[in-house]
Nanobody, 124 residues
Framework: QVQLVESGGGLVQAGGSLRLSCAAS????????MGWFRQAPGKEREFVAR????????DYAESVKGRFTISRDNAKNTVSLQMNSLKPEDTAVYYC?????????????????WGQGTQVIVSS
């Protein structure tokens, strides 16, 4: 079983940048496909980005494509989300998630382990 802890959230002005990190422990990190999701107040948790086990294949929600970059370091058991050109609509709690399945997934229920989340607030 893997434990996930996010960090790096905060308050930023529109157009600014933040880098979120997720540290994994308690499992073999390279066995997991990793994803980032977010949940804004009153909304469902939504897919943001995912990365395969080796870090070669990535996928993004249309709303963040070209602005966000997901990456992982299997030697350090971390996955990161670089967020640039932030918009007020990016305001949400951001969650890191790990998936053991053999296929990629954008679905919340497809992930087995979750972090506690980190708050991102983008002011206009």
């Amino acid at each position: 079983q893997v434990q996930l802890v996010e960090s790096g959230g905060g308050l930023v002005q529109a157009g600014g940048s933040l880098r979120l990190s997720c540290a994994a422990s308690g499992g073999t990190f390279s066995n997991y496909r990793m994803g980032w999701f977010r949940q804004a107040p009153g909304k469902e948790r939504e897919f943001v980005a995912r990365i395969n086990r080796s870090g070669v294949i990535v996928d993004y929600a249309e709303s963040v494509k070209g602005r966000f970059t997901i990456s992982r370091d299997n030697a350090k058991n971390t996955v990161s989300l670089q967020m640039n050109s932030l918009k007020p609509e990016d305001t949400a709690v951001y969650y890191c998630a790990a998936r053991m399945g053999m296929t990629p997934s954008r679905i919340r229920d497809g992930y087995d382990y979750w972090g506690q989340g980190t708050q991102v607030i983008v002011s206009s």
